[in-house]
């Protein structure tokens, strides 16, 4: 059964009084500005930036079709993913659930907030069992990590298993789509509505191509972002982001010119890789990265170290048994990378 937002919530958090800046006192624009102890001398970088972003939030929520108050920003995704634990995890009581193999900043999140972390494994195909991860919840479960395209298999999970956890978890579901702009499976974002305690978390840094302005979205309902604004540090992104972020926005369309490029230099190197002998299995996927097994990943790994090209060992994680993890480049690097692996 579904628990209200306040019922999840840490009680402290409900109690919070969260730290008032003087740009959450006041909306608009005005002439002058004697609030915040600010040097005047340096225009436009002197002024505090908006700690709510609702211009860039509006920007976003017209590309989104969401509404801006289900909309917040954070330091890259981490950010929202270890607020999320922080308002709705106990340390040393709580617990959290998540697909295992997967994106590793949710166990470490757990783990530098004290909360026990429940890594559930996909099927051989990785593949969601839903029924698996559900029966590994429990009245303390409070979060469920769902990556969908997953890192590091690249598949997206199929929407019927997904839904089964949705309705049936009680707690708050986190769904991140940092790769979903590759993928053709829908977002989550159309369900926000429908299912409340749904979080869904999306990035700047992957399909538009701003890994550096460490810039990440986190979508839910109202309720929730209220809860995640009271506890964010007020002045979390800074003045340039915000403006390069928005302006990129505006953008939209080299963005798609950008993720159809990837798909096609995807494509391409996964037809080149499949000619490569020592290739034992190349994994499907939905994102900007392929996932293959070889039979002696640190020796392969080395030799293309040893050329300058650096791909991801993932063959110490579960189900990943001599899996290398590679990023789709430009035609130039994905030429030089088949050249090396050839000559192996």
């Known amino acids: 059964m579904r628990k209200e937002i306040s019922q999840l919530a840490r009680d402290n958090i409900r109690k919070l009084k969260p730290y008032s800046c003087a ?40 590309i989104k079709h969401i509404r801006p108050s289900q909309i917040m920003l954070g330091v890259g995704s981490d950010e929202p993913i270890d607020l999320i634990i922080r308002i709705f995890c106990e340390p040393k009581e709580d617990n959290i659930a998540a697909i295992d193999p997967t ?22 195909d990785f593949s969601l069992d839903a029924e698996r991860l559900l029966q590994s919840v429990d009245d303390h479960t409070k ?36 790769y979903i702009d590759f993928s053709t499976h829908p977002s989550w974002l159309s369900e926000l509505d429908t299912y409340p305690n ?14 550096s302005l460490r810039c990440g979205m986190a979508f839910a309902s109202e309720e ?22 928005k302006w990129n926005l505006e953008k939209e369309e080299r963005k798609n ?9 995807r494509a391409i190197l996964l037809k080149k890789l499949a000619k490569i002998p020592f290739i034992e299995k ?35 994680l579960s189900l990943c048994n ?17 050249n090396e692996l050839e000559k192996i």
Not at 199 to 211: C, D, E, N, R
Not at 322 to 338: A, D
Request: glycine share 4%; hydrophobic share 40%; proline share 6%.
């Open 23 to 62: 740009r959450y006192e006041f909306k608009g624009e005005a002439s002058v500005y004697l609030d915040a102890n600010e040097n005047p001398l340096n225009e436009p970088y002197c002024r505090y930036p908006d700690p709510l972003q609702d211009k860039l939030k509006g920007k976003i929520a017209e």
């Open 103 to 124: 994106y590793n900043m949710y166990k470490v999140c757990a783990d530098i907030n004290n909360v026990e972390y429940r890594p559930v494994l996909l099927n051989d």
């Open 143 to 178: 979060i469920v990590f769902l990556c969908s395209p997953n890192n590091p298999s690249g598949n997206a999970l199929t929407r019927e298993e997904v839904k089964k956890i949705l309705s049936a978890f009680g707690g708050i579901t986190v769904i991140d789509e940092a």
């Open 198 to 211: 749904l979080i869904v978390l999306q990035t700047f840094s992957k399909a538009w191509g701003l890994a």
């Open 224 to 245: 929730i972002i209220d809860y995640i604004n009271k506890v964010k540090y007020p002045y979390n992104i800074n003045y340039l982001t915000q403006n390069f972020v």
């Open 257 to 265: 010119v950008w993720v159809q490029q990837l798909l096609e230099q």
């Open 282 to 316: 190349i994994f499907p996927s939905d994102a900007n990265f392929i996932l293959v097994r070889v039979p002696d990943p640190e020796s392969i790994y080395d030799k293309l170290v040893e050329k300058g090209i650096i791909i991801r060992k993932r063959n110490n």
């Open 322 to 338: 001599g899996c290398l993890r590679i990023t789709v480049g430009t035609k130039e690097e994905n030429n030089k990378l088949i």
